[in-house]
């Protein structure tokens, strides 16, 4: 899923570009709407990586995966959706949507960059209880988010 993983990717860079003047005492919007998207929980994780685990496990539905080219979230999730069929099948019996394995894995994102802490000033209370939890379940997350990001690797690149 090179296309998951460049959005990722990009959009990680992009908020850390925005984050890294000293000067600047903010947090991005864009990196609080992340953070903040989905209220990140113990159950959620557990979805994530039972959704990982099953793509990763069927080659069709990775295959499928690392065809998806948007890099939008909003488009990305609707494209696993129509173009993946496999892999949505995966996600459903796991009990998780595109939609949600995308803003989870933002949000784990978006958390993980805030070394200083910034999110906890926030106004949004979703960012800062999530930045608290990924705080807290920091082995956890590193685990769920990089199976997650790493769904859509064909299986020459395992």
């Excluded at 499928?64 to 959706?81: C, I, N, Q, R």
């Excluded at 998780?96 to 803003?103: F, N, Q, R, V």
């Amino acid at each position: 899923m090179k296309s998951f993983l460049a959005l990722v990717t990009a959009i990680s860079f992009a908020a850390f570009l925005t984050a890294v003047p000293t000067a600047r005492a903010k947090i991005p919007d864009d990196q609080i709407k992340s953070a903040g998207a989905i209220e990140l929980t113990t159950e959620l994780l557990d979805k994530m990586d039972n959704a990982a685990k099953a793509v990763h496990g069927d080659e069709a539905a990775r295959t499928e995966m690392a065809g998806v080219k948007e890099t939008e979230p909003d488009l990305w999730a609707a494209a696993v959706d129509s173009k993946c069929p496999k892999a949505s099948a995966h996600l459903k019996e796991a009990g998780i949507t595109a939609d949600e394995l995308m803003k989870g894995t933002l949000a784990i994102m978006a958390c993980m960059m805030d070394e200083k802490g910034d999110l906890a000033n926030s106004d949004n209370e979703t960012a800062k209880a999530n930045a608290e939890f990924v705080k807290e379940n920091k082995d956890r997350c590193d685990k769920v988010g990089g199976a997650v990001m790493g769904m859509g690797e064909a299986a020459a690149a395992k």
